[in-house]
């Protein structure tokens, strides 16, 4: 059963750069023909996708987050990360990192499984 | 100011049938699947519906999906206490060009 799992620091000061790895293990064979996505949640709202990242290195970005936002894999490790920079209060948010199914330019599109998750505050 | 537009809550009382309703625009449902994911209080998103009304293995028959046009639906039949949860619908937008979500439904079983 594929699991995956979200590690990093749960405080990052204003103005600095978070960063987030998602180990995935279980059946990772077919992990190269699946997209990677982050997805985050500030506390009591709602969910906002980061981005997602392809096995063969194609990643889509959320425009609104683009200028801060990197995602990259190390298949090596069946690993990837996130880093969002410049972070202001606003980023405070669990995030999580899911397998991200797309097929036919987004026609099907849906997150499964998810991590558990990781509360990130940014505060000084 | 979510992509997709979904009520802030709704409840039933056990036993009862729910409806849940997602709308959107012609850039997004209008011509894409939808997926629905359920959030227990704590806990990460579950995956329940995918491709407008398609169960994945091991959710209940008591949920089904719809879509017609531009909005989409989710039905709950039979509510029980532990389906007391946070619901979110989902579907690509082809002018952002990625996945948007609903602003979440909450559901109370009262």
């Known amino acids: 059963q594929l699991q995956l799992q979200e590690s990093g620091p749960g405080l990052v000061k204003p103005s600095e750069t978070l960063s987030l790895i998602c180990t995935v293990s279980g059946d990772s064979s077919s992990s190269s023909s699946y997209y990677w996505g982050w997805i985050r949640q500030p506390p009591g709202k709602g969910l906002e996708w980061i981005g997602s990242i392809f096995h063969g290195g194609r990643i889509y970005y959320n425009s609104s987050l683009k200028s801060r936002v990197t995602i990259s894999g190390d298949t090596s490790k069946n690993q990837f990360s996130l880093t969002l920079s410049s972070v202001t209060a606003a980023d405070t948010a669990v995030y999580y990192c899911a397998r991200h199914s797309i097929a036919a330019a987004g026609l099907y599109n849906w997150f499964d499984p998810w991590g558990q998750g990781t509360l990130v505050t940014v505060s000084s | 100011q979510s992509v997709l537009t979904q009520p802030p809550s709704a409840s039933g009382t056990p036993g009862q049938g729910v409806i849940i309703s997602c709308s959107g625009s012609s850039s997004n449902i209008g011509r894409n699947y939808v997926n629905w994911y359920q959030q227990l209080p704590g806990a990460a998103p579950r995956f329940l519906i995918y491709?407008?009304?398609q169960r994945p293995s091991g959710v209940p028959e008591r949920f089904s999906g719809s879509k017609s046009g531009t909005s989409a639906s989710l039905a709950i039949s039979g509510l029980q206490s532990e389906d007391e949860s946070d619901y979110y619908c989902a579907t690509w937008d082809d002018s952002l060009n990625g996945p948007v979500f609903g602003g979440g439904t909450k559901l109370t079983v009262l």
């Open positions: 491709s407008n009304d």
